[in-house]
Antibody, heavy 121, light 109 residues
Framework: QVQLQESGPGLVEPSGTLSLTCAVS?????????WSWVRQPPGKGLEWIGE???????SYNPSLKSRVTISVDKSRNQFYLILNSVTAADTAVYFC??????????????WGQGTVVTVSS | QSALTQPRSVSGSPGQSVTISCTGT?????????VSWYQQHPGKAPKVMIY???KRPSGVPDRFSGSKSGNTASLTISGLQAEDEADYYC?????????FGGGTKLTVL
């Protein structure tokens, strides 16, 4: 079955760069899906970060757009999240998720288990 | 790009029905029929319960239903069961990006 698994450093220093990987198994990342990142600060709600299609098309949360890059590695069947200039407000559980077949289709049907990232010195 | 507005909490007794609202604007909920709902138990990843306003993925009980009127989408859970106790989030397309609601905690009394 389709599985997603996040990985990356659990601790990032303030003003540093957060880098996460989502490994996809059970389906090719070049299939007709958009691939997303969602985060959840401790005790708070979900926040959509952004998404990418394997062709390179992407869209981002306007509030994070200046600091976020999502990319895809077809050879590894993985996609990535880079968030620059992090602060304590970026401390959260970060989830990767499979989206729909079009950028306007809001359906995240497969999720990773989530990875905790803490921003602290 | 404010979060969609959901009640902080709702509650109901086993067997009853509850409805969770999700209010946005004409730029998101009201402008598109692309609203989904997610159930999240503590420490777990979210699970999609409804998409495209009212469609149910396979495996989701038909006790869960969705609807929309104007700028407000709704999730109704009928025949409440203990395992329905969880946080629920709506999510809508907003014309180039997606936005979640603030979340609603459902308590089964």
């Amino acid at each position: 079955q389709v599985q997603l698994q996040e990985s990356g450093p659990g601790l990032v220093e303030p003003s540093g760069t957060l880098s996460l990987t989502c490994a996809v198994s059970g389906v090719s990342i070049t299939s007709d899906y958009w691939w997303s990142w969602v985060r959840q600060p401790p005790g708070k709600g979900l926040e959509w970060i952004g998404e990418m299609y394997h062709t390179g098309s992407s869209s981002y949360n306007p509030s994070l757009k200046s600091r976020v890059t999502i990319s895809v590695d077809k050879s590894r069947n993985q996609f990535y999240l880079i968030l620059n200039s992090v602060t304590a407000a970026d401390t959260a559980v970060y989830f990767c998720a499979r989206g729909g077949s079009s950028s306007w289709h809001v359906v995240f049907d497969v999720w990773g288990q989530g990875t905790v990232v803490t921003v602290s010195s | 790009q404010s979060a969609l507005t959901q009640p902080r909490s709702v509650s109901g007794s086993p067997g009853q029905s509850v409805t969770i609202s999700c209010t946005g604007t004409s730029s998101d909920v009201g402008g598109y029929n692309f609203v989904s709902w997610y159930q999240q138990h503590p420490g777990k990843a979210p699970k999609v319960m409804i998409y495209d306003v009212s469609k149910r993925p396979s495996g989701v009980p038909d006790r869960f239903s969705g609807s929309k009127s104007g700028n407000t989408a709704s999730l109704t859970i009928s025949g409440l069961q203990a395992e329905d106790e969880a946080d629920y989030y709506c999510c809508s397309y907003a014309g180039s990006y997606k936005v979640f609601g603030g979340g609603t905690k459902l308590t089964v009394l």
